[in-house]
Structures are given as structure tokens and as C-alpha cells.
């Protein structure tokens, strides 16, 4: 952990990140692409934070403009209590002179060094003396348990392994912020759900702000305190894995994270903090919101888990549908599946021992709690 020295106590440095208003395009075959469209944002101190986004949206360039990697055209961003770029201001701190961290996508790690060589360099670079290299870059490998690896060939480690050394790379100059680009797209799935509890506890020991890019909605979920959505060039959405998941208004936040059921409709009538919405199935009473008038066009949203399968005696009431199942499929703990309700397929899952089967007719019941409005 950073400390600073305050008033005769040691405190851990506080630094967050703040971005105001930064704008960066790329010019390519005549083109212009904005890649970053006047982003704001505040990355708080001390958590994992991460950008989630589709492919091409801007995730990368933010971060490399974090980092110093590249120049934005406007705007500002603060590190802790640095200005360390602003166009306005004139001024562009070159990256090692912000004193980050970071991990990227490729493992990065040099295959003609070992272990200690790999995660030395950062201190060798820097001149310190043999005996204080040695003896953080053996505190390093310890805190990533990679302790007794230290003469390993770097290529003669596993992925995860290789994962980690990286990882040890980036914190061995004990740096204020850590970034991580996507660093586990090249692990399979199995070591990807492990490392991602790793460093899940690696960085929640360090009390270090993090910056984490990821396309990946449950290393997004799974991974981090708080969350921002980024889409061409823009944040569209920031709040906590589970604001982002349950509460989201925004159609495109729905449809991206998680499996998501999105129905087009216009409401009806509001009340008491119910809304009720004609749709293409019928009628859905769901969660209102503030901006929910009658008469307006808005999507619902249902989730796959919160549809529930009812017995035929339980066939009645509000959020009840008929339909037919078009395929399910048995995935272990749950079984997936598709249903058709009138013209529209929606997905669905039961409990693996439900006793139903393609082309069965069923009725289901959408949890009116957990429907909600989306505006487009
Ligand atoms: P992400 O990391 O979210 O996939 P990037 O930040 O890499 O997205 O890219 C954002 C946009 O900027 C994309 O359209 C990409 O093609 C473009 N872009 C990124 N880097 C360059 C570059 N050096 N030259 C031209 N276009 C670029
Ligand atoms: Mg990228």
C-alpha cells in the first residue's frame, strides 16, 4: 500500500482520478473517428472501477490517455491532486512520471527473462540499489504467491501464472493507480473465472485505486465496486454492478449486460408506482418510473430468472402468459430455455428437474417487481 507521511501518521494516499470533458480523435484513411466524445468522469479512490463497453467504444484510448500513451486533443485529468494533462493548462506529464501501473491484454512479460528479471525491471530502470530490488521484488512475488518462481524461465509458466507475474510488474514500483486492459482475455474459461477471484482479493488487500477495461459483463459484475458503461466515445451510465444490472432505464445498458428479455410497449396508465404497458404479449404491469407518463413508447424489461413457471392450476392473474416452448436446453444447474408468447420468443430457464419439454404449452408468470421500464 502507498503511505504518505501526515503529521507523524502513516495514511494511505487517497487518488482519485477525475476527467473532465476529454476528447480524443484518430484520423485514419481520411476519416475522423471519435474516440473519446467529452468524457466526465470521476474514478474514486481505494476501488475497483471499471469500463465496460462494447468493442471499438473507446475503453482502450481512455486509458492510454490515463496513462500518458496518448495525447488528448481537449480537456483535463487529475490525478489525486495533479493536473497531469490539460489542454487549456498546457500541460502533459509523461507516463513514468505519473507513477502507474499496468497490466495489459497480451501478458507483456519478456521470454527471455526469469521470474525475478521480469518483475525487477520496473526497479532496475530506476536505478535502486541490488539489495532493495531484491528484497521488494521477493515481497512482490509473495503477495502474488509466485514466491520460489523466482528463477523460473518466464515461458516455462502457465498462463495464470504468467497473468500474475505481470501483475507483480505493475506493483512492484508500488504505484498509486493500477490499469488493467482486458488481462484475462487470453486465459481459457476456467483460469479466467479463477484469476478473476484472485485479483478480486489481490486488489481488495492493496487498497489501490483500480482502472479496469473490460467487453466481459460478468468480470464487470463479478469484479468490481463500481461500474461505468462506455459507449461510442461516451459514458452513458456509472453506479454499482448491481444498479447497473437491476436498475438501469437505459435499453442499450439492459441488453448488453446479462441475458435480458426486452419487449416494446407504451404505457397505459401509471399509479401508486405501478405502470401498466400494453405490449406485443399483452398487457405487463411493472416498476414505474419518474418519467413514465401514459401514452408514452418504452421498452420493458424482464429478465430470464425472473419468470417463473407456473402449474396449470396457477394459470391466472396479472403477468401470467401462455406460451409454447421452442427449445430448452440443460446446462447443469439450470436449464435454458426459449418460449414463444404470441409473435414473440422471449428467454426463459426452470429447475433442472422441471418436468416440461419442447413444443409444451406453459404458463408463466413475469415477477412484477423485477420488470422494468426502459426508454430507448
Ligand atoms: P476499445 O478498447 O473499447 O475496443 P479503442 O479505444 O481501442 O476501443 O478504440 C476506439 C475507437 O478508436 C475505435 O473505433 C478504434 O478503431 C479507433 N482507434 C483506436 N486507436 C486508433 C488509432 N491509433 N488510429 C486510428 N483509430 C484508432
Ligand atoms: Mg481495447
Not at 12 to 30: C, V, Y
Not at 52 to 78: A, F, N, Q, Y
Not at 178 to 198: C, G, H, Q, V
Not at 207 to 217: C, K
Amino acid at each position: 500500500m502507498s503511505l504518505y507521511l501526515v503529521f507523524g501518521l502513516w495514511v494511505p494516499i487517497l487518488m482519485e482520478i477525475r476527467i473532465r470533458k476529454l476528447n480524443k480523435d484518430f484520423f485514419s484513411e481520411g476519416k475522423r473517428i471519435t474516440a473519446l466524445d467529452q468524457v466526465n468522469l470521476n474514478i474514486p479512490a481505494n476501488r475497483i472501477f471499471t469500463l465496460l463497453g462494447p468493442s471499438g467504444c473507446g475503453k482502450t484510448t481512455l486509458l492510454r490517455c490515463i496513462v500518458g500513451l496518448e495525447t488528448p486533443d481537449k480537456g483535463e485529468i487529475l490525478i489525486g491532486d495533479e493536473i497531469v494533462f490539460s489542454q487549456e493548462k498546457n500541460i502533459y506529464l509523461p507516463p513514468e512520471k505519473r507513477r502507474l501501473g499496468m497490466v495489459f491484454q497480451t501478458y507483456a512479460i519478456w521470454p527471455h527473462m526469469n521470474v525475478f528479471d521480469n518483475v525487477a525491471y520496473p526497479l532496475q530502470t530506476r536505478k535502486l540499489p541490488k539489495k532493495e530490488i531484491a528484497d521488494k521484488v521477493a515481497e512482490t512475488l509473495r503477495f502474488v504467491q509466485l514466491a520460489g518462481f523466482e528463477k523460473r524461465p518466464a515461458t516455462k509458466l502457465s498462463g495464470g501464472q504468467q497473468q500474475r507475474v505481470a501483475l507483480a510488474r505493475a506493483l512492484v514500483a508500488e504505484p498509486k493507480v493500477i490499469l488493467f486492459d482486458e488481462p484475462l482475455s487470453n486465459l481459457d474459461a476456467k483460469l479466467r473465472e479463477e484469476t478473476r477471484k484472485e485479483l478480486r482479493s489481490f486488489l481488495s488487500r492493496l487498497s489501490i485505486t483500480a482502472v479496469y477495461v473490460t467487453h466481459d459483463q460478468i468480470e464487470a459484475l463479478s469484479l468490481s465496486d463500481m461500474v461505468a458503461v462506455m459507449r461510442n466515445g461516451r459514458i452513458i451510465e456509472m453506479g454499482t454492478p448491481w444498479d447497473i444490472y437491476f436498475n438501469s432505464d437505459q435499453r442499450f445498458v439492459a441488453d448488453f449486460i446479462g441475458r435480458a428479455n426486452i419487449i416494446d410497449g407504451k404505457i397505459r396508465s401509471v399509479e401508486k408506482g405501478w405502470a401498466v404497458i400494453e405490449s406485443a404479449i399483452g398487457t405487463i404491469v411493472c416498476q414505474s418510473r419518474d418519467e413514465a407518463v401514459p401514452g408514452k413508447s418504452v421498452s420493458v424489461c424482464i429478465r430470464p430468472e425472473f419468470i417463473k413457471l407456473l402449474t396449470e392450476a396457477g394459470g391466472e392473474g396479472r403477468n401470467v402468459f401462455r406460451g409454447k416452448v421452442e427449445s430448452l436446453v440443460f446446462v447443469g444447474d439450470i436449464q435454458e430455455g426459449e418460449v414463444r408468447i404470441k409473435e414473440t420468443t422471449l428467454s426463459f430457464q426452470v429447475e433442472p428437474t422441471a418436468k416440461i419439454k419442447e413444443g409444451d404449452l406453459i404458463n408463466l408468470r413475469f415477477d412484477p417487481t423485477h420488470c422494468s421500464i426502459l426508454f430507448n
